[in-house]
């Protein structure tokens, strides 16, 4: 069965940093565009950073020059390294990935459990 597992994440104060990984377990066929969302309370999940198989990546305004998206192909792994934290990236992020299992046809949206980024001032 495929799934994404988080890992990484947790407290930091602002201008801190943190990075977190996200890997996709199981048997896939393909691995499509790889990415992170979040969502604070109150708030639509949003996307943050995604990247595709080759690479290219795209930031939303809020965290571009902050943050890095980066991806293992090797290792169906996505990290999310994120420096000059603020107290509005506190939020639970999200791992995102279209994956093709291989016992599937069709590609389709994986979502990971979350993890809770808290960003102290």
């Known amino acids: 069965q495929v799934q994404l597992v988080e890992s990484g994440g947790g407290l930091a104060q602002t201008g801190g940093s943190l990075r977190l990984s996200c890997a996709a377990s199981?048997?896939?066929?393909?691995?499509?565009?790889m990415g992170w969302y979040r969502q604070s309370p109150g708030n639509q999940r949003e996307l943050v950073a995604r990247?595709?198989?080759?690479?290219?990546?795209h930031y939303i305004y809020d965290v571009e020059g902050r943050f890095t998206i980066s991806r293992d192909n090797a290792k169906n792994t996505v990290y999310l390294q994120m420096n000059s934290l603020k107290p509005e990236d506190t939020a639970v992020y999200y791992c995102?990935?279209?994956?093709?299992?291989?016992?599937?046809?069709?590609?389709?949206?994986?979502w990971g459990q979350g993890t809770q980024i808290t960003v102290s001032s």
């Open positions: 990247i595709t198989g080759d690479g290219r990546a």
């Open positions: 199981g048997s896939m066929g393909y691995v499509g565009v």
């Open positions: 995102n990935a279209y994956l093709r299992p291989t016992d599937r046809v069709s590609v389709q949206e994986y």
